[in-house]
């Protein structure tokens, strides 16, 4: 899909799902530049993909293109880290043609990533690389107000930097992140969310391992690297009848040879 835009690189995908179909977007690279733009795909079954390419180009890089829909409207939280900044854009075709709607926040923060959790939306975002930050707000449109404490976590490569969207998962709250301890792009973590509140937040592992890590055959696509997750939930009829129905996971990950 690559070679037909001009793309020799991909990474960060996330997706959503508009009457029936999936669309998956993710920073592209493309030859000779050295910054990225947001292309996307489009897929009735999660096998067969359609690329649709470039949504998104601005004068600076793009990535981690966290989409989300609220009110009947599409929007796209990409990371502009060069530029100081949190912008949101907003469909006017989706997915194909985005506006510049506000600029959440400012300062060099990357990866952020939103969730709604207790009434409240609640925003994790990298800064300075390996600092982390909070902040919350009634909307997600903002306006954002930072967590009390400066930093929820301090200075660590394999800890802070957000990894994905987060996710509720068997009654709990979950968080990526990603694992650079030896390289970027090595692994990713998952914590589970034990307290946040507008002056507490605390966390512990969900696991002891990595929840995502290469291959180490560098011949496969994630040979070396995987530091980013999209997870969602299904429904799966189980038990007689159909009756009954569990939740399982998949997800939209990157990964690198």
Request: glycine residues 8%.
């Amino acid at each position: 899909m690559l070679a037909q835009c001009d793309g020799i690189g991909a990474a960060d995908p996330f997706a959503i799902q508009r009457n029936g179909t999936w669309y998956l977007f993710f920073e592209m690279f493309r030859a000779n530049s050295a910054k990225a733009v947001i292309a996307a795909a489009t897929s009735q079954d999660l096998v067969h993909w359609e690329l649709v390419g470039t949504v998104l180009e601005t004068p600076h890089h793009l990535s981690y293109p966290f989409v989300f829909e609220h009110e009947g409207e599409y929007y796209l939280m990409p990371e502009s880290k060069s530029v100081r900044r949190v912008d949101l854009y907003r469909a006017v075709e989706f997915p194909t043609r985005w506006v510049l709607d506000r600029t959440l926040l400012r300062g060099r923060l990357m990866d952020c990533s939103m969730v709604h959790h207790q009434g409240r939306y609640w925003m994790f975002a990298g800064w300075h690389s390996y600092w982390l930050k909070l902040f919350f707000a009634s909307s997600p449109l903002g306006p954002w107000t930072r967590h009390w404490m400066p930093m929820i976590r301090n200075y660590s490569k394999s800890s802070t930097r957000p990894g994905g969207r987060p996710i509720h998962w068997q009654n709990q709250l979950i968080r990526f992140s990603q694992d650079n301890t030896d390289y970027y792009g090595q692994q990713l973590r998952a914590w589970t969310v034990t307290q946040m509140n507008r002056l507490w937040y605390s966390e512990q592992p969900y696991s002891d391992k990595p929840i995502l890590h290469g291959s180490g055959v560098l011949s496969d696509w994630n040979g070396r690297c995987m530091h980013h997750i999209d997870p969602f939930t299904i429904e799966q009829p189980s038990g007689i009848g159909n009756a009954k129905v569990s939740k399982e996971l998949f997800a939209f990950v990157d990964g690198c040879p």
